[in-house]
Structure formats: C-alpha cells, structure tokens
Nanobody
Framework: QVQPVESGGGLVQAGGSLRLSCAASGSIFSDNPMGWYRQAPGKQRELVASIRSGGITNYADSVKGRFTISRDNAKNTVYLQMNSLKSEDTAVYYC?????????WGQGTQVTVSS
C-alpha cells in the first residue's frame, strides 16, 4: 500500500513563494511517476507538474517558469517549489504517485494566495 502525505501549504501574498513536499510510504521506485495536481473551488482537478523516469518533467502552461518539480528518490519524496504565486494559483494541491497501474493520492494541502 502506497500512502502519499503532503505538507507545506498555507497562506501567502501574491508574488510570494511556497514549497510543497510529498513523502510517499510503501514500495516506490525511482522510475515511478510522481506529480502534483490542484483543484480550485468549482473547477476540475488539473495537472500542475509531473516527474518520471530519467527526471523528465512536465508542467501546465499556467505554471511554466514559476513552478519547479523535483524529487529525492532516497526519501521517496517529491517537491513543488512555487514562485511568483498568483491569486489564480489558489487551490487544494494533491500529490499523485503511480507505482504501477494504480494511482495513489494524498489528502491534499490548501494553498491560498492573497492579492
């Protein structure tokens, strides 16, 4: 059983920065994709960033140049560094881990950006 646990959310002013962390317990391998999704009120959950085998990353257009995803395989942890935050980044951010055919989700962490 894989259990991702997020941390690092909070309230920040527009233009500020936050770093999210997600530590995943269970059998995780370095080539298993890990990523971050977010869901704002009244909107569908959307991909923010992902990282997979070889360190290949993918970002939503809305966060390119502002957010950076990284991982520490020794700690089974994925990070999301968020800079130049905007009010539209306000959402619950979820960690996603895919060790096989099944997706595992964390409980989510709230990020609120005040303008």
């Amino acid at each position: 059983q894989v259990q991702p646990v997020e941390s690092g959310g909070g309230l920040v002013q527009a233009g500020g920065s936050l770093r999210l962390s997600c530590a995943a317990s269970g059998s995780i391998f370095s080539d298993n994709p890990m990523g971050w999704y977010r869901q704002a009120p009244g909107k569908q959950r959307e991909l923010v960033a992902s990282i997979r085998s070889g360190g290949i990353t993918n970002y939503a257009d809305s966060v390119k140049g502002r957010f950076t995803i990284s991982r520490d395989n020794a700690k089974n942890t994925v990070y999301l560094q968020m800079n130049s935050l905007k009010s539209e980044d306000t959402a619950v951010y979820y960690c996603n881990v895919v060790p096989g055919l099944r997706h595992y989700w964390g409980q989510g962490t709230q990020v609120t950006v005040s303008s």
